[in-house]
C-alpha cells in the first residue's frame, strides 16, 4: 500500500466515522431534542461534579466561547445546568439532578455505539486501536502547530 493510498484509506474511513457518529447523534438525540454541543457539555460537567467555567467547557469541548455560552444558555433554560447567579463571571457550570439524570441516559446511549462500534474487536485490539488513534491525533496536532509556526514566520 502506497503514502497515498494510506492517506485515501485513513481520510475517507475517518470522514465515514464522523458522519456515521454525526447521524447517531442526531438519531439519538431527536427524543431529547439536544444537539452535539449540548451533549458535549453535558458529558464534561458530568466528569466533573464541581463544575467547570464557560472556558473551561469551551477548551474541554473545543468550541469557541461563545457557541459555548449560548449551549450553556439554552442548557439552563431547561433546567439542565445551574450557576451561581450572583458571581456571573467565572461562574462554574453544574449538572441538575434534571442534568445528572439526562446524561446518565445520554452516556447509556452512547456506551451502546461504542460496543457496536466495536464489536467485533477483541480488548486488546480496542486498546490498541485508540492507542493508535490517539498517537496520530497528537501527530497531526504537532504537524499542524510546526505549520502555523511557519506562517507566523513568513
Do not use: W
Not at 457518529?21 to 444537539?35: D, G, N
Not at 466561547?65 to 439542565?80: C, N, P, Q
Amino acid at each position: 500500500m502506497t503514502i497515498t493510498d494510506r492517506f485515501e484509506l485513513f481520510v475517507t474511513t475517518i470522514t465515514q466515522i464522523y458522519k456515521s457518529l454525526q447521524k447517531i447523534k442526531s438519531h439519538e438525540m431527536t427524543e431529547f431534542q439536544l444537539k452535539g454541543t449540548h451533549v458535549m457539555c453535558l458529558y464534561e460537567l458530568h466528569k466533573h461534579p464541581d463544575g467547570l467555567t464557560i472556558t473551561e467547557l469551551s477548551t474541554l469541548c473545543e468550541e469557541d466561547k461563545a457557541a459555548i455560552s449560548r449551549t450553556v444558555s439554552e442548557l439552563l433554560e431547561r433546567g439542565f445546568v445551574s450557576n451561581d447567579s450572583e458571581k456571573k463571571y467565572r461562574a462554574p457550570i453544574v449538572l441538575t439532578e434534571e442534568g445528572k439524570t439526562i446524561t446518565t441516559q445520554i452516556n447509556e446511549l452512547a456506551a451502546n455505539a461504542a460496543i457496536a462500534g466495536s464489536a467485533n474487536m477483541s480488548h486488546e485490539e480496542r486498546m490498541t486501536f485508540y492507542h493508535t488513534l490517539t498517537d496520530i491525533s497528537d501527530n497531526l496536532k504537532n504537524y499542524l502547530e510546526k505549520l502555523n509556526e511557519k506562517e507566523d514566520i513568513s
